[in-house]
């Protein structure tokens, strides 16, 4: 008798677990919200810009690697796929600064601290839901010594500011924070 309440206790769990996220819609237990009909997602290329605007510098293979790191993190924390073309949901957008600032100075008023930093000027397509397109300038920065040049820190530089952008883009397309 109390194995077949403990039985029927389970059972009553499980579905309201089930009920609880079939009624808040679709979600990865990555935090992401899946529209309704949605399965495909679209990067396009992010072109680097910065070279264009003063101040900024030219990095050979940010674009890519941007593009890249954004495609990545759907990948891995949404069950979207991965389309070249007509994708439900399209990113797409251009890379506007990448320069590099001295932002504290010394005693013999020379550098003491450079701030690497990145814009991207950002556009999200819903194909599915036109009222959640939206355009937004996403930048993050890197603070690294001035005894180091960027090349010395490029990595690290780019590793943190990508993952700040590209998860500030996700939270703000699909978690909805």
Same mark, same amino acid.
């Given at each position: #008798?109390? *194995? #077949?309440?403990? +039985?029927? &206790?389970?059972?009553?769990?499980?579905?309201? %677990?089930?009920? +609880?996220?079939n009624s808040c819609g679709i979600y990865s237990f990555t935090g992401a919200s899946?529209?309704?009909?949605?399965?495909?997602? /679209?990067? &396009?290329?992010?072109?680097?810009?910065?070279?264009?605007?003063?101040?900024?510098?030219?990095?050979?293979?940010? !674009?890519? =690697?941007? +593009?890249? $790191?954004?495609? !990545?993190?759907?990948?891995?924390?949404?069950?979207?796929?991965?389309? *070249?073309?007509?994708?439900?949901?399209?990113?797409?957008?251009?890379?506007?600064? @990448?320069?590099?600032?001295?932002?504290?100075?010394?005693?013999?008023?020379?550098? $003491? /601290?450079?701030?690497?930093?990145? *814009?991207? =000027?950002?556009? %999200?397509? &819903?194909?599915?839901?036109?009222?959640?397109?939206?355009?937004?300038?996403?930048? %993050? %920065? @890197? =603070?690294?010594?001035?005894?180091?040049?960027?090349? =010395?820190?490029? !990595? *690290?530089?780019?590793?943190?500011?990508?993952?700040?952008? +590209?998860? !500030?883009?996700?939270?703000?397309?699909?978690?909805?924070w």
């Amino acid at each position: #008798m109390i *194995s #077949m309440i403990l +039985t029927l &206790n389970k059972i009553l769990w499980f579905f309201f %677990f089930v009920i +609880t996220l079939n009624s808040c819609g679709i979600y990865s237990f990555t935090g992401a919200s899946i529209p309704a009909g949605v399965t495909s997602f /679209q990067v &396009n290329f992010f072109e680097n810009l910065a070279g264009n605007r003063p101040g900024s510098i030219v990095e050979p293979g940010l !674009d890519n =690697d941007f +593009t890249n $790191a954004l495609q !990545d993190i759907i990948i891995n924390q949404s069950p979207l796929n991965l389309v *070249s073309e007509n994708g439900e949901l399209i990113y797409e957008g251009e890379i506007t600064k @990448y320069s590099v600032t001295p932002m504290s100075a010394t005693a013999e008023i020379t550098a $003491a /601290q450079n701030r690497l930093q990145m *814009s991207v =000027d950002f556009r %999200f397509f &819903n194909t599915k839901n036109e009222e959640e397109n939206f355009k937004k300038v996403y930048s %993050f %920065f @890197y =603070d690294f010594p001035a005894e180091l040049q960027v090349y =010395d820190v490029i !990595d *690290s530089a780019h590793k943190e500011i990508f993952d700040r952008i +590209t998860q !500030d883009i996700f939270n703000d397309t699909l978690a909805k924070w």
